[in-house]
């Protein structure tokens, strides 16, 4: 008689070891399925399967959470294939960034929330506030211009982020049941062109 050898029971998976950067991958998931609003340190523990002090360890908390997210997103800023002069280098750089913010469900909302004094973060302002002093031969002028340029991206961003889920007719209705002459006035030429328009209508005004 020959012995039959019993299956032994399966092993369970092994967990991937917990790091920030797994820790603010899922929480930029999270922000994509989901939105801003849910974003917590619970949610982030509940969807990673872990307890929310394992995710404290690693985050400390919700603020710095959210910080190195935006830096996250500023990590997928690319630098290849810039141009050579540096005015439109500058542009190119805030087109990226804008695109970057756009990559992730509120991502505008997110980063507007924060002070990211974080690699990749400061990575991305020392290209622009660079090629923006080659351009005008001033540091003072550049970091201005930069503060401009991505102050404006950002509050522009965040409502072409909101305006996803708005009635796009109650501002024109608003305006026209109310006394607001200059805005009526004004009507026809704000409502022309694409937020892609205005955007590059903007950062151009800006850059002068």
Known sequence: ??????PSAAAPA????LTPATVVAAALRLLDDEGLDTVTTRAVA????????????????KRRL???????????????GLPEDPAERALELIRRYRRSLLAHRDGAALVTGTYAAEPHTLRFADTVIGALTEHTGSVETSARTCFALIYFTLGLTQEEQAMADADPGRLDEAVTSGHYPAL????????????????EDGIRRILG
Not at 14 to 17: D, I, K, L, Q, W
Not at 66 to 80: F, K, N
């Open 1 to 6: 008689m020959t012995n039959k050898q019993v």
């Open 14 to 17: 092994p967990r991937t070891r």
């Open 46 to 61: 509940d969807r990673l399967g872990v307890r929310m002090n394992t995710v404290l360890w690693h985050v400390k908390t």
């Open 66 to 80: 959210l910080e190195l997210m935006a830096d996250g997103i500023a990590g997928t800023i690319t630098y290849d």
């Open 184 to 199: 009526l006035a004004a009507r026809a030429a704000l409502a022309q062109g694409t937020f892609p328009d205005r955007f």
